[in-house]
């Protein structure tokens, strides 16, 4: 079944998008008790732009994780920034993102 034909369900259960959203909504909240000892601009940019990138996507019917895999690769800005605070949190974000952007 090709993705065009999916129902929004299907599609949800297909890319595991609940769990991605619910996995993001954690983030969010890493990345604001960081904020409070972290008032380094570059950490507050990023920060920032994952807020509206995620209630972007979360709105969108088809949405782009593009920006979001890039963020949450290995060594990329979500390992930068939080360190060991939420390491799992971005794996599981990395691993969804992943297999969404290898199969879209």
Request: net charge negative.
């Amino acid at each position: 079944m090709r993705d065009k034909f999916l129902s929004k369900q299907q599609y949800f259960d297909k890319y595991r998008l609940k769990e991605l959203f619910d996995k993001m909504y954690l983030a969010e909240k890493v990345l604001e008790e960081i904020s409070l000892t972290n008032s380094d601009t570059d950490f507050i940019s990023f920060k920032k732009n994952f807020i509206e990138e995620f209630y972007e996507v979360e709105g969108d019917n088809v949405a782009d994780f593009t920006r979001i895999w890039n963020w949450f690769k290995p060594n990329a800005e979500w390992n930068i920034y939080t360190k060991n605070n939420g390491l799992e949190i971005g794996e599981k974000i990395f691993e969804i993102t992943d297999y969404w952007k290898k199969n879209f």
